[in-house]
């Protein structure tokens, strides 16, 4: 299913070499204004080919809005864009028909659809269908931004290499607005240098890296969410996991927590100005699955880019034997950097989705 939701419904068709890819956007709200300048910024932070620490494939990423929108805004039918497919070199795919690149879904799409999958530059399964994500995300922003909400991530780590982490109990709107719309986000702007001397590193060997992204939701109202299975950490795992290269999430103090006494990570309560808070925020926003009022803060990991240069061994299908591979085309070096945009975009349909489902919008 390359659908999600329930209230706000998505469904993202198209390959990465194909003519085009998509989104049908089903279940907003009628009446919003949005801002396309606002929107072609975050399509242009994820857009590929315009910096080092990202592939060479230049495309403009530009959506042509088919339906759901009359003198930009939305009119409560599906709302559907269309992103063409510009810059494709296929024939880099040619010799992957039937030896599959390690650590992609080349084999086990293979299985899957009986070797009728789109193999050029990963069919279906590319990060190129990500773009799609962030023009839903653009959109769903804008309507919370109106409700006070707002979504921003950053760079956390490349390789080990580490920015600041978030204040748990209080982030600025002014580094929330600063972080939305940066290419290389960081917190920490001076950890920037030696982050990409990392990656470009890894980019002349022939070499990728991983990293993590933090994001942050503020301004979410308490009691959102609907336990068991549809609470906040449900709702954004099941959408998060569907970006490329996520291997991991984690919220509020996370896996570090398991490491510590129960009066070491409970956030003990306190009246401020007649709201109730926390004064930590290691549960990260969310109780019992439902928001607490506090920044959502989590966290995930990102795979190393499995496209590389270097000669790795894999198998030939056709012949049933072992071989090697050489994977031409062009990738990212570090798929944290551009992945920034698309896990925010993913928060704020998941935001859009647990408002709808309260009755908030």
């Not at 990392?198 to 933090?214: A, K, Q, V």
């Amino acid at each position: 299913m390359s659908s999600w939701g329930n209230n706000i419904k998505l469904s993202i068709f198209g390959e990465s070499h194909g003519k085009g890819i998509g989104v049908v956007i089903d279940g907003l709200p009628a009446g919003e204004k949005i801002d396309m300048d606002a929107l072609l910024l975050q399509m242009s932070r994820r857009a590929p080919g315009r910096d080092k620490a990202a592939t060479p494939r230049l495309e403009k990423d530009q959506p042509e809005i088919l339906s759901g929108m009359l003198a930009d805004t939305t009119t409560g039918a599906p709302l559907c864009a269309v992103i063409r497919n510009t810059n494709t070199r296929s024939q880099d795919y040619g010799d992957m028909m039937t030896r599959p690149r390690p650590a992609h879904a080349d084999f086990t799409g293979y299985i899957r659809y009986s070797g009728f999958n789109d193999i050029r530059g990963g069919g279906h399964f590319s990060a190129r269908l990500t773009a799609p994500l962030v023009f839903t995300g653009a959109v769903c922003r804008q309507i919370l931004e109106r409700r006070g909400i707002k979504i921003a991530a950053h760079i956390a780590s490349v390789g080990n290499i580490y920015d600041e982490r978030f204040d748990g109990t209080y982030i600025p709107d002014e580094l929330m607005n600063r972080l939305s719309s940066s290419v290389f986000g960081l917190i920490d702007q001076s950890r920037e240098a030696g982050m990409r001397a990392l990656i470009e590193e890894c980019r002349l060997s022939g070499d990728s890296i991983g990293g993590t992204i933090e994001c942050a939701v503020t301004g979410m109202p308490a009691g959102i969410g609907s336990p068991m299975f549809y609470g906040v950490e449900n709702v954004l795992s099941s959408i998060i996991f569907g970006v490329p290269a996520v291997k991991g999430i984690e919220f509020g103090s996370g896996f570090e927590g398991s490491s510590l006494r129960g009066s070491e990570n409970n956030d003990e309560f306190f009246y401020d100005e007649g709201c109730v808070r926390t004064r930590t925020n290691n549960h990260g926003g969310i109780l019992g699955g439902i928001s607490s009022g506090m920044p959502i803060i989590f966290r995930t990991a990102m795979k190393p880019t499995p496209s590389i240069a270097l000669e790795q061994k894999t198998v030939d299908l056709k012949e049933k034997t072992d071989t090697t591979l050489a994977i031409k085309g062009r990738h990212d070096p570090c798929i944290a950097v551009r992945a920034v945009p698309v896990i925010e975009a993913a928060a704020a349909a998941a935001m859009t989705e647990l408002m709808k489902e309260a009755g908030k919008l």
